[in-house]
């Protein structure tokens, strides 16, 4: 059965501190997975998108690592921001068709306290 | 400043009602994504559209969701007859795609929040 599980449910970390959010996924075949973030009362923004081929991607203060072997990722957060205040989606895509099957995680609620 | 527009943005309905959620897509975009985002079930596609054309609808319950676009600004979603359990919020989103592309950027609209009593 194709799932991505997300881990933790829930993070709280200090303002400036780093943290990693993990994704794990037995989705296959694979294509390309996706970090989303979710601001409350808001629509999800596409932080990262990886394929196959790439096991790092950045985004200012988010990098994204990829390893397919394993079928794992994380999403790294340097220099937290009360900003960074959000929930965190994990979103693995198949080779099924053009675009391919979207498999979505529960995500990860990160509070980042002052 | 380009966006995706969704209207309405809440909506409170008695069961047995139809919903016509609207969105317009990103000018350009030729891709269109519907969504439904729910506690219980986190976010789910149920269909998209390349070129105005349904490309995938099988996240939707085919009894009583329906989405179409009558034009290349307009994507809409309708639910008839609505019930308790549909009570989500629905989001759209567009992108710009080219065939086999698997890297489009989604953008993504502010939601139409969805009770149904």
């Known amino acids: 059965k194709n799932q991505v599980e997300q881990s933790p449910q829930s993070l709280i970390i200090l303002e400036g501190k780093n943290c990693t959010l993990q994704c794990n996924y037995t989705v296959s075949p694979f294509s390309n997975l996706r970090w989303y973030k979710q601001d409350t009362g808001r629509g999800p923004v596409s932080l990262t998108i990886m394929t196959f081929s790439e096991n790092t991607k950045s985004n200012g203060r988010y990098t994204a690592t990829l390893d397919a072997d394993t079928k794992q990722s994380s999403l790294h957060i340097t220099a937290s921001q009360l900003s960074d205040s959000a929930s965190y989606i994990c979103?693995?895509?198949?080779?099924?068709?053009?675009?391919?099957?979207?498999?979505f995680g529960r995500g990860t609620q990160l509070t980042v306290w002052p | 400043d380009a966006r995706v527009t969704q209207t309405p943005r809440d909506k409170v309905t008695e069961m047995g009602q139809e919903v016509t959620m609207r969105c317009q897509p990103i000018l350009g975009h030729n891709t269109v994504f519907w969504y439904r985002q729910t506690m219980k079930q986190g976010l789910e596609l149920l269909a998209y559209f390349r070129n105005r054309a349904p490309l995938d609808d099988s996240g939707m319950p085919k009894d009583r969701f329906s989405a179409e676009m009558p034009d290349a600004t307009l994507a809409t979603l309708k639910i008839q007859p609505s019930e308790p359990r549909d009570s989500a919020v629905y989001f759209c989103?567009?992108?710009?795609?080219?065939?086999?592309?698997?890297?489009?950027?989604?953008?993504f609209g502010p939601g139409t929040r969805l009770l149904v009593l």
């Open positions: 989103a567009s992108a710009l795609g080219t065939s086999g592309s698997p890297q489009e950027t989604q953008y």
């Open positions: 979103v693995v895509s198949d080779r099924g068709s053009t675009l391919g099957r979207l498999y």
